[in-house]
C-alpha cells in the first residue's frame, strides 16, 4: 500500500492522469500587433473511451470536447513542417495526451497546406517562433482551461520546418544574411530574397519557457551554423531519418549535422529505412491514394509500430526532463 500510494503521489505531482483518450477541440487566437489569427487545435486528457473522427481524410482517435481531466498538467506545443497542418501528427498528439499532457497543435499562418502564401519566405523564418510565443502566451492566460496547465513544464515538438522552428523558440539565432553557402544551391524564397539584398523586419524570438524540446528532421539547417546555436541550454531528443533513403530530397540531409553542432549532446535517435514522412501519423487509404509520396514509406518499414516505439521515447524524454525540472536546486 505504501508502494501505491507513493507511486500515486508522484503521478499527481508530475500532472500525469489515468486517461483513456485524448479530448480534442479547436480554438482561435485572434490577430493582433504581432500576428495574424491562429488556428488551435488543443489534445488534452481525458477520461472517456475515444471514438473514430474523420478530419480532412485522417483518422482522429480522440473525444470532440471531452472535459480536461487533471491539474498542474504539462504542456507540449506542436509545431508542424513546410505547408503542414495541425493534424499532420495527431498520433503523436493521442499519445502525449492520453500519457497526461495537454498538446496544443497550430495552423503557422501562410505556410499550410490551405495557406502557401508565404510558404518559404523569409518572413516565415521570423514568424514561425513568433507564432509559438503567441501560442504558449495564450495557453497559459487565454485558453478556458489554463488554471490547469503547469507554466513550469512546457515542451515543444518540432518537425522539418517545425524543428527549424523549435530550434528558434529554445535559444538558436538563425543566420539571415547574404552569402549563406547553403543559400547557394537551395530553391528558399527565402535565399532569394537574402541574395537580393533584403533584411528581416524583426529579430528572432526565443522562449525561455520553453525547458524540453524534441526536433525531428530539422529543415533547412544552414541557417545554423554551431556558433549560432550556443544559447541552446535546454535538453533536446533529437530524431533523425535515413539518409539511404534520400530520393525524395529530405530523408536524412540535417538531423545528424545538428547532432554534431549542439553545444550539449542531445538524445540523438537514428531510425534506420525511415523516410522523412515516416514521421507524420499513419495515413489512412484515402490520404494515401490522395498523397501516396508522402504516406508510401520504405519496403519493410512499419509506420505504425515505429510511431508505437517514438511515442514511448518522446513521452519518457518530456516526463524524465519535467521532473528533473521541478526538483529543488539541492537535489539535481
Known amino acids: 500500500m505504501h508502494l501505491l500510494a507513493l507511486v500515486s503521489t508522484l503521478l499527481a505531482f508530475l500532472g500525469i492522469t489515468a486517461a483513456q483518450a485524448a479530448g480534442v477541440k479547436n ?38 470536447g471531452c472535459p480536461v481531466t487533471g491539474e498542474k498538467l504539462p504542456l507540449i506545443v506542436l509545431s508542424h513542417g513546410r505547408r503542414g497542418w495541425f493534424g499532420g501528427h495527431h498520433d503523436t498528439a493521442e499519445a502525449l495526451a492520453d500519457a497526461g499532457f495537454v498538446v496544443a497543435t497550430l495552423n503557422h499562418p501562410g505556410d499550410t497546406w490551405r495557406d502557401t502564401s508565404r510558404t518559404d519566405s523569409l518572413s516565415i523564418l521570423i514568424e514561425r517562433p513568433m507564432d509559438i510565443r503567441r501560442l504558449i502566451d ?9 488554471a490547469r496547465i503547469d507554466a513550469e513544464r512546457i515542451g515543444l515538438y518540432g518537425f522539418s520546418f517545425g524543428g527549424y522552428t523549435g530550434l528558434a523558440v529554445i535559444g538558436g539565432n538563425p543566420v ?75 530523408s536524412g540531409c540535417c538531423a545528424a549535422a545538428m547532432n554534431q553542432r549542439l553545444p550539449t549532446k542531445p538524445d540523438y535517435h537514428f531510425v534506420e529505412k525511415a523516410k522523412h514522412f515516416s514521421f507524420l501519423a499513419t495515413c489512412t487509404a484515402k490520404e494515401t491514394q490522395a498523397n501516396p509520396a508522402v504516406c508510401t514509406d ?28 521541478t526538483k529543488p536546486e539541492h537535489d539535481r
Open 27 to 64: 480554438f482561435d487566437i485572434p490577430a493582433d500587433s504581432e500576428g495574424p489569427a491562429i488556428r488551435l487545435l488543443v489534445w488534452t486528457p481525458c477520461s472517456e473511451p475515444p471514438k473514430e473522427m474523420d478530419a480532412r481524410g485522417a483518422t482522429f482517435l480522440a473525444v470532440p
Open 298 to 325: 520504405a519496403p519493410g518499414f512499419d509506420r505504425a509500430g515505429f510511431h508505437s516505439r517514438l511515442h514511448g521515447d518522446v513521452v519518457a524524454f518530456f516526463r524524465r526532463h519535467f521532473a528533473e525540472s
Open 176 to 250: 539571415l544574411q547574404k552569402g549563406l553557402a547553403g543559400c547557394q544551391t537551395s530553391s528558399l524564397q527565402a535565399c532569394k530574397q537574402l541574395e537580393n539584398g533584403e533584411l528581416p523586419e524583426r529579430p528572432i524570438v526565443h522562449d525561455p519557457r520553453v525547458k524540453a524540446a524534441v526536433i525531428i528532421d530539422p529543415y533547412p539547417v544552414f541557417f545554423f551554423p554551431k556558433e549560432s546555436l550556443q544559447g541552446i541550454t535546454v535538453p533536446v531528443q533529437l530524431w533523425s531519418s535515413d539518409p539511404a533513403q534520400k530520393a525524395d530530397g529530405l
Open 138 to 146: 495564450y495557453m497559459l492566460q487565454t485558453w478556458p482551461h489554463a
